[in-house]
DNA sequence: ATAATTTGCCTAAAGACCTTAGGCAAAGTA
DNA sequence: TACTTTGCCTAAGGTCTTTAGGCAAATTAT
């Protein structure tokens, strides 16, 4: 009987683009089984777990956005870098909604620490560095953009702006002016 | 045989606190039946189906929040109702993490609209009342908080603040003060 | 080329969960 | 006390997860 040819990788990339189309957390051995044609008992030779599978969609998925988030803040500064950032991030999620949410998987510690975690940081403390905020408060800085950024998008994928009267996409831009005017003027501690 | 007083009430009420123990998604039927030491099946008299039970659990949780937060906000303006507001939100995520995790599970656009979604907008929306925030601006500004409380909160309760120097509660009343500033010196559109 | 080994996918099976259908006994009403 | 309703039960079919053991295809060695 020929072979599938399933891999660990390719997978992962299946399962990945099987949680754009059906949710993450309907992303299931046998759908994805069956995706490949294949029995569900025989991907345990390349995956450990179901939750295996999604720590790899979830690894997969952040160092996707981490490439995606380089290549946009590559060569600006200030509040270019900022809009550059925060789009990428609302893009992402729009465009692959599964893998956004897998990015918010919960990761032990030890693979968080491998994950693409740090970089996504790094950016952000990248983008601080074209405003004055003084080095000690960077951490609170990065962790309000993160919470920003996150919190729009969970509220605004999650329907949870749906019925009110302003379109979304005004008020993320005001969001972003606030970003940056708050960062420009940054409050001595 | 005796019964066992089930009733939607009592099984919601159970499950919010069974969420709370194992997680809003680790609320199952089998172990909602096992602790009232009844078969499955006949939880099916009282709830439709597993994702009733969520939905019921997401309704309760978001009533009993929206209380805390009226509660909360009587009686302060400015930044005391601001600082009050949004530890209550942190506060229950701490103290009920799956119940706070069921105030976002996604309801259809019929139970949401039902649902005291209306009144936590609508007591955001009383804060901005103690700011100069103009009336076209108000939807932003109360998607702005709502974003980064949500996004706050979920960050931190996910462990995204973890292995990061500076503690989490200097940031969260950095945060705060930057949101009342923000709100203080509202960018004129 | 053939033999030996490794690897990949299969079948089988057991456990957990969800859900529907139909039955009997307890609670509530006539 | 007889009648009706209601609550919890058993039975059964379906989905998903995971482990164990087998056979054949692919790979490597002879």
Redesign the pocket.
């Known amino acids: ?7 660990r990788e390719r997978l992962i990339r299946a399962a990945a683009e099987l949680a754009d189309e059906v949710g993450f957390d309907q992303v ?4 994805l ?1 069956r995706r490949f ?10 995956v ?4 295996d ?1 999604r720590t790899g969609i979830a690894l997969f998925a952040l160092d996707e956005l981490a490439d995606r988030a380089a290549d946009a803040v590559a060569g600006r500064a200030g509040k270019a870098a900022l809009t550059a950032l925060a789009n990428v991030y609302r893009d992402y999620a729009r465009e692959h909604p599964g893998r956004y949410a897998a990015t918010q998987f919960r990761l032990d510690p030890q693979t968080a620490a491998a994950s693409a975690g740090r970089r996504h940081a790094q950016m952000t403390r990248a983008i601080l560095r074209g405003y004055d905020v003084p080095e000690p408060d960077e951490t609170h800085a990065v962790r309000l953009l993160g919470s920003v950024f996150h919190g729009y998008i969970g509220l605004e994928m999650g329907g949870g702006f749906s019925h009110s009267a302003p379109d979304t996409e005004e008020t993320w831009s005001r969001v972003l002016d606030a970003l940056d005017a708050l960062l420009a003027n940054w409050p001595k501690s």
Do not use: E, F, I
């Not at 009987?1 to 891999?7: E, I, N, P, T, Y």
């Open positions: 009987m020929a072979r599938a040819g399933l891999s299931t051995a046998s759908a089984a044609d294949v029995k569900v008992a025989s991907l345990y030779s390349h450990k777990s179901s939750g599978l």
